[in-house]
């Protein structure tokens, strides 16, 4: 075994303009900012204000600003049905954060089952583990029984609306259905014509672990009570789910006409919060008609925070239903998503995942510039508690932690280091959030949440490290999620997240203004830690354990993605990084889906857009092993919403990255995809990014500051270039070379960067150049 070096400085890479300085008379090159004709040089490598001649003012021409256009371009993403989908991912799916349907048959009957399931609903008895005891349970379904057999659908799920319409045809006449999730209310709407009928039946499901189809419950594990039925004075059913743990869970539904309105409550401790809560809903809700005006003018008003289009028909619609699939799964001050999200199936992860789910599901709502969507942060600001509680007493009084699994309140004990147990899932769950600080910018999130969290949780680590004879700080034994073999020590899982937990904290304590007693430990930490151990194949798992069997995670490679502490701007690293990949890759056999979307990404941190964009449509290969499926959702032994949504990221890092404190536009685009738009994406440092790519050439960007964070803009635009800010003065820039620029951007100001003549400045979708079907079973 070699040990790796240790985190150095980006060695520059030599520009394209020689590291010349540009003033007002030099010719074009690429990359080079046109400086002002007339005005003050800046200092030395400053280029002043640049732009040309009078100031000019100009804005963007948002073609999507109409409902119109929202809905005709959302149109051409929707997920069609002409065969009636007999499995649970190839049907619809609805959701409001807490409230989860799906749509497809019922198994062995002639059915339609709406499928009933809350975020909310788990037992309360940690002493059975997260898989028993605290896990996510079930609440039931609808079915719509038709008279006739049923012999065709055409069905539509809207994007733009979040609804569900279309028709079933029987054997006796057809019944025309729409159907919504909104504010807690399953909501639906069926006519009859012909011979058919409506016919609504509630289905309560065992208040029982998913987990009990393929295992026998815990030793003391108790069944909960059967649930009960009533019905209230003004008609509304009712299904009333008591637990033996404590809370209740509760069903209220009611049919008034052509409508059916259900609702689900869920409490804990209280024996009875949840009935009032269910009926409570359901009054709010007096019609569809009442609920669907509330719910399109949410969705309508969320769709517009941002907009991506690219040419690939079927990746640009599965990238618009993962925004959709999100913000049905997520809403900020909810429950963290499960495994499953909102819809609950058979599955041997009924829970919370933190040791790699948790943490691909929420990147994608960075750059679609949806922080409303982020209840990983608000879980983890108000689990704070819980967090101390999970590592053992001797460390609560300063340290915090989580296992593997949980609930969604975060309750799952951690175990220590030396004893080969998985340590490090908070530190990088904090990653997240720390994310989502650098979205937005947010001092208080910083201040309030990430720093206090993340110092508790690096301290854990900081009882445990202990010096070699070769003067380093060793960490003893880890699990490097899921690797088979555990090392000795210096697992890379647990070193990368150490690094970026000590350097973040010295950071964020000089930028929150805090005299920390801590962070001269940090420091040291940071000078003296262990290399991460490589060998010839790259990083290891660990100190004397080689990567040596394929493995779906790449928690050994966290270093490289999603930290950058190792990254391709260091060329001294560069082969290392490359060979990494390519080991965790020849090694096959363990690969799941989200290990491709993990490899795309890695190499669209590389800039090689068309290998990155070879990984990812191996997710979307029927022949793969653990393939996409037909709308969209993910399998393996039970459903896994992370790996479609990590797809979507590996999207995002191919049109925009944020890394290392510099705005890469067009890092990684596909030579294939010619044209592409984008508009409001957010990156780190709370800026608003809109770019247009056409003929395989960047013809604008336009980066708007939300905090006055300072801006280094990295390109690929040739020749010379003007940099204006909104009003049309010149913008003060800097050549710092790699095709990069620093840009003094006040705080809610734009500027506009183009080479040559002002180009049209339109924001519009793009052509469609490679058709591909639609999402569903069309």
Request: with cysteine.
């Amino acid at each position: 075994m070699t040990s790796h070096p240790e985190k150095r400085s980006p060695v520059p890479r030599r520009s394209v303009l020689g590291g010349a300085l540009v003033g007002a008379a030099v010719a074009a090159l690429p990359g080079t900012a046109r400086a002002a004709q007339s005005g003050p040089a800046g200092p030395s490598g400053d280029n002043g204000p640049a732009g040309v001649g009078a100031a000019l003012p100009w804005k963007l021409r948002d073609t999507m600003t109409s409902d119109p256009a929202w809905e005709g371009f959302l149109h051409g993403q929707d997920l069609v049905w002409t065969r009636l989908p007999t499995l649970w991912y190839e049907g619809p799916f609805l959701g409001d954060g807490l409230l989860g349907s799906m749509v497809y048959r019922e198994p062995d009957a002639n059915r339609i089952r709406f499928t009933v399931q809350h975020g909310r609903v788990q037992d309360h008895r940690p002493e059975f583990g997260s898989g028993w005891g605290t896990c996510r349970l079930p609440v039931g379904h609808l079915t719509l029984d038709p008279v006739g057999t049923i012999t065709a659908v055409d069905w539509r799920l809207s994007l733009w609306n979040a609804e569900l319409t279309g028709t079933v045809t029987t054997t006796a006449g057809t019944l025309t259905l729409s159907a919504l999730v909104h504010d807690g209310v399953f909501a639906a709407r069926v006519t009859a014509a012909g011979g058919e009928e409506v016919t609504w039946t509630f289905h309560p499901e065992e208040a029982v672990s998913p987990r009990h189809i393929s295992e026998a419950p815990p030793a003391g594990y108790t069944a909960n009570p059967p649930w009960t039925t009533a019905t209230t004075a003004d008609g509304t059913a009712q299904v009333l789910q008591p637990l033996t743990g404590g809370g209740q869970t509760a069903t209220s539904y009611r049919r008034a006409g052509e409508d059916l309105l259900l609702s689900v409550g869920h409490s804990f401790p209280s024996p009875s919060a949840a009935e009032a809560d269910s009926l409570r809903n359901l009054r709010r809700a007096p019609s569809y008609d009442a609920l669907r005006r509330r719910h399109t003018r949410w969705w309508h008003a969320f769709y517009r925070k941002s907009f991506v289009s690219f040419p690939d028909q079927r990746l640009q619609s599965f990238h618009w239903i993962q925004l959709y699939k999100v913000a049905c799964a997520s809403r900020a001050g909810g429950p963290v998503m499960a495994t499953s999200g909102p819809w609950l199936e058979p599955t041997p992860w009924p829970a919370v995942w933190w040791n790699l789910n948790v943490q691909l599901e929420y990147w994608l709502i960075q750059g679609f510039n949806h922080p409303e969507l982020d209840s990983l942060t608000s879980t983890l600001r108000q689990s704070r508690e819980q967090l101390a509680v999970n590592v053992p007493a001797a460390y609560r009084s300063d340290s915090s932690g989580i296992g593997r699994s949980s609930d969604m309140f975060a309750n799952r004990a951690v175990g220590e280091p030396g004893t080969g147990a998985e340590t490090g899932d908070l530190t990088w769950a904090l990653h997240n959030v720390w994310l989502s600080y650098r979205h937005s910018m947010d001092r208080s999130l910083l201040r309030d949440t990430v720093y206090p969290v993340l110092r508790r949780a690096i301290n854990y680590y900081l009882h445990f490290l202990t010096p070699g004879s070769d003067g380093r700080l060793h960490l003893p034994s880890t699990l490097s999620p899921e690797y088979p073999v555990v090392p000795p020590q210096d697992t890379n899982y647990d070193l990368a997240l150490i690094r970026w937990g000590c350097q973040t904290l010295v950071e964020s304590a000089q930028l929150l203004g805090i005299d920390d007693t801590l962070k001269p430990r940090w420091q040291e930490v940071l000078a003296r830690l262990t290399p991460y151990p490589v060998d010839d194949n790259g990083f290891m798992i660990g100190a004397e354990t080689p990567y040596a069997q394929s493995h779906r995670h790449y928690s050994h490679l966290l270093m490289v993605y999603p930290l950058y502490l190792v990254n391709w701007d260091q060329p001294e690293h560069r082969d290392l990084i490359t060979k990494s990949v390519q080991r965790w890759h020849a090694l096959t056999g363990a690969h799941r889906g989200y290990s491709y979307t993990g490899a795309a990404s890695m190499y669209a941190m590389t800039g090689d857009g068309d290998t990155a964009i070879g990984y990812l449509r191996k997710f979307f290969d029927p022949g793969t092993r653990y393939p996409c499926r037909a709308n969209t959702h993910y399998t393996e032994a039970g459903p896994v919403i992370e790996t479609p949504l990590s797809a979507s990221q590996s999207l995002h890092d191919m049109f925009c990255q944020s890394w290392g404190g510099v705005v890469r536009v067009f890092p990684a685009v596909p030579s294939a995809w010619k044209d592409v738009t984008l508009h409001n994406f957010r990156t780190q440092g709370a800026f608003l990014v809109s770019a247009v790519r056409k003929a395989g050439a960047t013809r604008f960007v336009r980066v708007r500051s939300l905090a006055g964070e300072p801006l280094r803009l990295r390109h690929d635009l040739s020749g010379l270039l003007t940099v204006v800010l909104d009003d049309g003065t010149p913008a003060r820039t800097r050549d710092l070379g790699d095709g990069t620029l620093a840009i003094d951007l006040p705080k809610d100001r734009e500027v506009l960067v183009h080479p040559g003549s002002r180009p049209d400045l339109v924001i519009a979708p793009v052509a469609v150049g490679e058709p591909g079907p639609a999402w569903g079973l069309p």
